[in-house]
Structure formats: C-alpha cells, structure tokens
C-alpha cells in the first residue's frame, strides 16, 4: 500500500502568483482572440469604426483587469459623451450614448470574471434588491399590455425598457465591485467632478439661451439639444450633493458638495424642463423630510414664499405653460368666488346690485 502523502495548504503569496498567472494566461488568450477577429474585420470597416472597436476592445481588457477603472470610464461618458440618433421607432427616434455601449462592454467584462474565478460575488443582498426587480417586471408586464394594444411603438418600447435596465445594471456593478469606503469615495469624487463640468458648460450657455427655441441648454458633444435629459441628470447630481453636503464630514467631498448646490440650479432652471424642476422639488422635499435639517425646512419656505419675485420671468412661463396654467387659472377663479378674508366680497356685492336692480 502507497504511503499517504499530506497535502501542504498552499500559503496567501502562493495563491496570489497563481491567480496572478491565470490572469495574464487568460487576458494573453482574450488579446489574442481580439485582434485576430479585429483585423479579420478590418477589411470593409471606416477609420470611425476602427478606432471605436480598438477603444472597445481596450475598454474591454482594462475592465477585465480592474473593472474599477470602467466605473470612471462610465461615470465621465454619462454627460461627457456623443449620442447616436437610432431611428427605429415609426413615432420617434431613439437616442443613445457612448455609456449605453460601454455598459454592455462592462457587464460582459464582469461575467467573464465570475466564470473565471477571479470576482466572486454576482448579487449581493441590498434593501434595493427586490424593489429593482419588481419595476422591471411591472414595466415588462404594462409595456407587453400597451404594445399588444396597440398604443406604443414595439421598438421604442423595447429599447426604453432596456434603457431603465441599464440604470439599475449601473447600481448592481457598482455594489458588488466597491469593496471599501475608500473606493466608494472615489467613484463619488469621479461623480462630483464630473458633475462640475457639466454644470459649468450649461451655465457658460444660459445668456444664448431661449425658451421655445432651438437655443437651449445642452451637455457637451451632444448632437443636438437635449435640455430634458440634462436637466433630468444635473437634478440626480444635485440631490447626491445634497445629501453628501448634510452627511458627510469636513472634506474634499463636502466642499465639491457645496459648490454644485451653489452652482445647479441655475442649469436646472434654464434648462426650461419641468420634469427637471419637478425631480429637483421632489429631492428637496424628501430630503427635508428624511433629514429633519431645520436650515433646509426654512429655505424650502423661505425659497416657495419668494419664488415669484426672484425667479427669471422664462422660468415662470415655463413652469406654468399647458396643463399647469389651466389648473392655475381654475385655482383662482375658484379663490374669487370663496369669501375667506376678504376673497370673493367684491363678485358677491355685484350680483347683489344686479339683483336689486332687477327687483
């Protein structure tokens, strides 16, 4: 009978060279396969599309190593990247931007590294979790009832349906890969600056800009305007400052923090977006309430009591333009007619002379 040879535990350095053996065995095999598929379809490709599959490929490989280093790529493509206009819509086209390909490149890149071994976490248990899912089913489930009716367009609704899938990729990459705070205080870092940026390109175009017009506010290497999507974005960005301007302590991070709520609001407003304004009193409201910060109570007040007469004239026009300004008048004319504090005497006297009258 053989003798029994113990089996050695292999120690932490070990472990390391070989998993860091595996990975360049693994990214040498990915490179290899890459390129040849790359020049194979080099022949009938424009100087355009070679340098966005070599920029592809590379954001590929780099995610694969540190798919941190997607995270900023990403982060820096929200606001900071050309758009591509994809009709395939009969009522409207569909627009996407460069994040919604590098998204796709970086969720292929994190399921290669968990059937490679070297990430080991596909979901990791959030508050969010199940709410995440229950909107992307109930989305799936009204989108399939309003296309069998009849009311949407099958591709539009498909391809939004994917857009808001993205954003919710978007939250579970980045749970499962931040491992520390320091991490997370990065990617925030990323965020703020590059919120900064963009906030202070739509300020630098708020005096060419016109409500109505073809004039207005848009983020950089757009292709053309898109004041709705980037008021919709500097409204997320602002409520992120918000609540790190209330939590965080004493930093860099605060006082990038402090800038942006001193400097959005102006895009926010002159973007003309009333879902903007509409998103950005919400996050106000919210936070108010949740927060219980009386400075913030008093600026709501202080900001609802004076809104009318410091708000830009366009502004107002803008907020109170279609339903809101019927459901305005309506208010009013309604007011007239209630006899509280003196409202309504002077309609009531009137019908009182025209009564006498005709006694």
């Known amino acids: 009978m053989p003798p029994v040879v113990p089996v050695r535990e292999l120690s932490v350095t070990e ?42 490929l590379g954001f590929f490989l780099l995610s694969f190593i540190n798919i941190r280093i997607g995270f900023v790529l990403i982060i820096f493509a929200f606001l900071l990247s050309p758009e591509i206009d994809l009709p395939f819509s009969q009522y409207r086209g569909f627009t996407i931007r460069t994040e919604d390909t590098l998204i796709i490149i970086l969720m292929l890149a994190w399921l290669g590294r968990l059937a490679m071994g070297v990430q080991k976490n596909f979901f990791i248990k959030t508050p969010l979790n199940l709410p995440i899912f229950s909107i992307i089913i109930w989305n799936i ?30 939250y579970f990459l980045i749970v499962n890969n931040l491992n520390n705070i320091s991490e997370v205080k990065f990617v925030l870092h990323v965020l703020l600056i590059t919120a900064l940026i963009v906030g202070i390109y739509a300020t630098l175009q708020i005096p060419k800009t016109e409500i109505f017009t073809s004039n207005r506010l848009t983020a950089p290497f757009e292709g053309k305007p898109e004041p709705n999507t980037l008021g919709a974005y500097l409204a997320i960005f602002f409520g ?44 106000l409201v919210a936070v108010a309430i949740i927060s219980r910060k009386k400075w913030l109570i ?9 809104s009318l007469f410091i708000l ?4 107002i026009e803008r907020t109170l333009y279609g339903k809101g300004s019927l459901l305005l008048k309506k208010l009013g004319d309604m007011l ?9 005497l002077l309609q009531q006297a009137e019908c009182l002379i025209v009564s006498m009258q005709e006694l």
């Open 298 to 306: 008093a600026t709501l007040v202080i900001f609802a009591i004076l």
């Open 336 to 344: 007239k007619l209630i006899q509280f504090l003196g409202a309504g």
């Open 240 to 283: 992120i400052a918000l609540s790190l301007f209330i939590y965080s302590k004493a930093g860099v991070l605060r006082k990038l923090s402090g800038v942006l709520l001193l400097l959005l609001p102006f895009p926010i407003m002159f973007s003309f977006a009333r879902s903007a304004y509409y998103a950005t009193l919400a996050i």
């Open 15 to 56: 472990v390391n060279q070989i998993q860091h053996k595996r990975n360049v065995i693994m990214i040498a095999g990915l490179a290899i396969v890459f390129i040849g598929a790359f020049f194979i379809s080099l022949r009938d490709l424009s100087p355009a599309y070679t340098v966005g599959i070599i920029f592809l």
């Open 141 to 170: 489930i009204c989108s399939f009832r309003a296309i069998s009716s009849g009311w949407v367009d099958v591709s539009f609704c498909i391809f939004t349906n994917l857009k808001i899938i993205e954003f919710f990729a978007i």
């Open 312 to 315: 830009s004239r366009a502004v």
